[in-house]
């Protein structure tokens, strides 16, 4: 009966999902808000479907293991070093600022120190989720704007990890906050140097033997097990499992598998963490909020009008514009997804009230719906104070990190062509990310400073990670037909005015990969021949004018004259030959 169940909830819990997020997603409002909203209708709240469900509380606690893990992937080191010292202060500030404010307001209203620590921490993270998204719908993220809005999120998910160490110890009535924040750093500091040397020494050569065996589910089972694993270590040390998965993420972060790792992991971050955006909504009382709507609308003005002044005025300290601070502080006014998961641990801890955990959590998800009025409001400030035009100049978020740039080229397929477009790429000094399977040619590639990296460019995950969306053009050079031909679809598919440039085999091929989508294609074959006819003939002193106009003949018409020959002809003609 148990299991039946169990099975019921589980059902109610996808169904609600399938009918309730796509209607957001029509509206352009962030799946989150939409799980959030099929948690509540689900819940006691509303329709009681679903009752306290312990088993979907711990799939709901693994979304956010998977959460954690994703953002130690995206937080490489080359990443932290091109954020700038500045830059990283502000963050750092805002963070540490931030929760002090709060946490003395808190401690003002009546609550006790530790549920003052957790509520100042809480609240002054700001949602990664949300503002990555309208900073890359606005077209904001490679802007000066977007830079700095950037950097203070990438310190502020570093921020997590101390966070989310030092709301268990505060659960220990025996020691005193201080007492307990030294023991976060102390635990902290040995989780961190532990999973370091396990990582060096175990984790890189144990995908480099997975990835040698060429087999995607061999692959996938292992970042499962270093995900899940390395969780387990850190639980039994007495620290959280999301704080090992942080851990596992970051140290995988500079290696050639983490667009691949992180196009696997992805499925599972998504569904484990819309359930656990569906237990936040169950966990939210409507009859309360509506009851004290009063409080939460003054938390709500308070939290967002607060944060924007202390992040403006730090940001304008430390030499930035004012009408870029004013941007910035708006758009980080609102709280974030790792509010819910303090508040949620702490609840659980009996650090702090359920009636004031759940008002903490509307006041969040109220905030995160503000989110695009933040947005518009500090256009039409900057725009007001006429001095937004520094702004809207283009400037690469990640200069140093060709792999995270904007205006790169996507390269699949590594070999002597793709790594010869990759040459004449990095001569014209355009950056570009290639992906490969082969093991070998990877690392041979990779000693030589080459950035590519170990990936499955069949999967559009794999190519989302490596930056599709944001490319100049994408080059295909991929030995298999068919596996040319789904990439090229895949990529038309989701990005329509993206450049595709594929290799073709055959006239055959090429008709394909015309029908699929791809701009232009070259027939390698056709080209080397007439290349090598064209030495061969200038050796034999025949005029440099009757070879431009014999190899030229035989490229008009799509290579009709070499069909017979070769059988096979492209389906775009290259510039003619000239002395």
Same mark, same amino acid.
């Given at each position: 009966?148990?299991?039946?169940?169990?099975?019921?909830?589980?059902?109610?819990?996808?169904?609600?999902?399938?009918?309730? #997020?796509?209607?957001?997603?029509?509206?352009?409002?962030?799946?989150?808000?939409?799980?959030?909203? !099929?948690?509540?209708?689900?819940?006691?709240?509303?329709?009681?479907?679903?009752?306290? %469900?312990?088993?979907?509380?711990?799939?709901?606690?693994?979304?956010?293991?998977?959460?954690?893990?994703?953002?130690?992937?995206?937080?490489?080191?080359?990443?932290?070093?091109?954020?700038?010292?500045?830059?990283?202060?502000?963050?750092?500030?805002?963070?540490?600022?931030?929760?002090?404010?709060?946490?003395?307001?808190?401690?003002?209203?009546?609550?006790?120190?530790?549920?003052?620590?957790?509520?100042?921490?809480?609240?002054?993270?700001?949602?990664? !989720?949300?503002?990555?998204?309208?900073?890359?719908?606005?077209?904001?993220?490679?802007?000066?704007?977007?830079?700095?809005?950037?950097?203070?999120?990438?310190?502020?998910?570093?921020?997590?990890?101390?966070?989310?160490?030092?709301?268990?110890?505060?659960?220990?009535?025996?020691?005193?906050?201080?007492?307990?924040?030294?023991? !976060?750093?102390?635990?902290?500091?040995?989780?961190?140097?532990?999973?370091?040397?396990?990582?060096?020494?175990?984790?890189?050569?144990?995908?480099?033997?997975?990835?040698?065996?060429?087999?995607?589910?061999?692959?996938?089972?292992?970042?499962?097990?270093?995900?899940?694993?390395?969780?387990?270590?850190?639980?039994?040390?007495?620290?959280?499992?999301?704080?090992?998965?942080?851990?596992?993420?970051?140290?995988?972060?500079?290696?050639?598998?983490?667009?691949?790792?992180?196009?696997?992991?992805?499925?599972?971050?998504?569904?484990?963490?819309?359930?656990?955006?569906?237990?936040?909504?169950?966990?939210?009382?409507?009859?309360?909020?509506?009851?004290?709507?009063?409080?939460?609308?003054?938390?709500?003005?308070?939290?967002?009008?607060?944060?924007?002044?202390?992040?403006?005025?730090?940001? /304008?300290?430390?030499?930035?514009?004012?009408?870029?601070?004013?941007?910035?502080?708006?758009?980080? %006014?609102?709280?974030?997804?790792?509010?819910?998961?303090?508040?949620?641990?702490?609840?659980?801890?009996?650090?702090?009230?359920?009636?004031?955990?759940?008002?903490?959590?509307?006041?969040?998800?109220?905030?995160?719906?503000?989110?695009?009025?933040?947005?518009?409001?500090?256009?039409?400030?900057?725009?007001?104070?006429?001095?937004?035009?520094?702004?809207?100049?283009?400037?690469?978020?990640?200069?140093?990190?060709?792999?995270?740039?904007?205006?790169?080229?996507?390269?699949?397929?590594?070999?002597?062509?793709?790594?010869?477009?990759?040459?004449?790429?990095?001569?014209?000094?355009?950056?570009?990310?290639?992906?490969?399977?082969?093991?070998? /040619?990877?690392?041979?590639?990779?000693?030589?400073?080459?950035? #590519?990296?170990?990936?499955?460019?069949?999967?559009?995950?794999?190519?989302?990670?490596?930056? !599709?969306?944001?490319?100049?053009?994408?080059?295909?050079?991929?030995?298999?037909?068919?596996?040319?031909?789904?990439?090229?679809?895949?990529?038309?598919?989701?990005?329509?005015?993206?450049?595709?440039?594929?290799?073709?085999?055959?006239?055959?091929?090429?008709?394909?990969?015309?029908?699929?989508?791809?701009?232009?294609?070259?027939?390698?074959?056709?080209?080397?021949?007439?290349?090598?006819?064209?030495?061969?003939?200038?050796?034999?002193?025949?005029?440099?004018?009757?070879?431009? %106009?014999?190899?030229?003949?035989?490229?008009?018409?799509?290579?009709?004259?070499?069909?017979?020959?070769?059988?096979?002809?492209?389906?775009?003609?290259?510039?003619?030959?000239?002395?």
């Amino acid at each position: 009966m148990e299991q039946s169940r169990v099975l019921v909830d589980i059902l109610i819990f996808l169904g609600a999902a399938i009918v309730i #997020v796509p209607i957001f997603h029509r509206f352009r409002i962030s799946p989150i808000l939409g799980y959030m909203a !099929a948690g509540i209708l689900i819940g006691p709240s509303a329709l009681a479907l679903v009752g306290d %469900s312990k088993n979907a509380h711990l799939l709901a606690e693994f979304g956010v293991v998977f959460l954690l893990f994703m953002i130690g992937l995206e937080l490489s080191v080359e990443r932290l070093r091109a954020i700038g010292g500045r830059i990283f202060l502000l963050g750092l500030l805002q963070v540490v600022v931030t929760s002090i404010v709060i946490g003395f307001v808190a401690l003002w209203l009546g609550l006790s120190p530790a549920a003052s620590a957790i509520v100042g921490g809480g609240l002054a993270l700001s949602s990664t !989720a949300f503002v990555m998204k309208y900073l890359a719908e606005t077209g904001e993220r490679a802007t000066r704007f977007g830079l700095v809005v950037f950097a203070i999120l990438l310190v502020q998910d570093l921020a997590v990890v101390p966070f989310l160490i030092l709301v268990p110890l505060l659960a220990d009535q025996e020691a005193s906050f201080f007492e307990a924040f030294g023991m !976060a750093a102390l635990r902290g500091a040995v989780a961190l140097a532990f999973v370091i040397l396990l990582g060096r020494f175990l984790l890189k050569p144990l995908y480099r033997m997975i990835a040698s065996a060429r087999s995607s589910e061999l692959f996938v089972s292992t970042t499962l097990l270093v995900v899940l694993g390395t969780g387990w270590i850190m639980s039994l040390a007495g620290l959280s499992m999301t704080l090992g998965a942080f851990l596992a993420g970051l140290l995988l972060s500079g290696t050639q598998y983490r667009h691949q790792i992180e196009a696997d992991i992805r499925p599972f971050r998504g569904i484990l963490l819309g359930l656990f955006f569906m237990i936040i909504g169950m966990s939210m009382d409507l009859a309360l909020i509506l009851e004290q709507w009063l409080v939460v609308l003054s938390l709500l003005v308070s939290l967002m009008a607060g944060k924007t002044l202390i992040t403006a005025v730090l940001s /304008r300290m430390l030499g930035n514009p004012t009408s870029r601070s004013i941007r910035v502080g708006l758009a980080l %006014s609102q709280g974030g997804e790792f509010g819910f998961v303090m508040f949620g641990a702490a609840l659980a801890l009996n650090l702090l009230d359920a009636q004031i955990a759940s008002t903490l959590l509307a006041t969040i998800a109220l905030s995160m719906i503000a989110t695009p009025a933040m947005f518009f409001l500090g256009r039409v400030i900057s725009a007001r104070l006429n001095t937004g035009s520094s702004d809207t100049q283009t400037h690469s978020i990640h200069d140093n990190i060709p792999e995270h740039g904007e205006e790169h080229v996507l390269i699949a397929g590594f070999g002597r062509v793709g790594q010869t477009v990759a040459k004449v790429l990095s001569d014209a000094g355009i950056p570009y990310i290639a992906l490969d399977l082969d093991h070998t /040619r990877l690392i041979n590639c990779r000693n030589k400073g080459m950035n #590519v990296f170990y990936g499955d460019a069949d999967q559009i995950t794999v190519l989302q990670a490596a930056g !599709a969306g944001r490319a100049r053009g994408a080059v295909i050079t991929l030995d298999q037909e068919k596996t040319a031909s789904r990439v090229v679809a895949a990529l038309r598919d989701n990005y329509p005015d993206l450049p595709i440039y594929v290799r073709a085999r055959d006239r055959q091929h090429s008709n394909r990969l015309e029908q699929a989508g791809a701009t232009e294609m070259v027939f390698e074959a056709a080209e080397a021949s007439l290349q090598l006819g064209s030495i061969v003939l200038a050796s034999l002193d025949v005029s440099s004018d009757d070879i431009v %106009s014999i190899i030229n003949n035989y490229r008009e018409d799509d290579y009709a004259l070499l069909e017979d020959v070769v059988g096979a002809s492209p389906t775009t003609k290259p510039a003619p030959v000239t002395d």
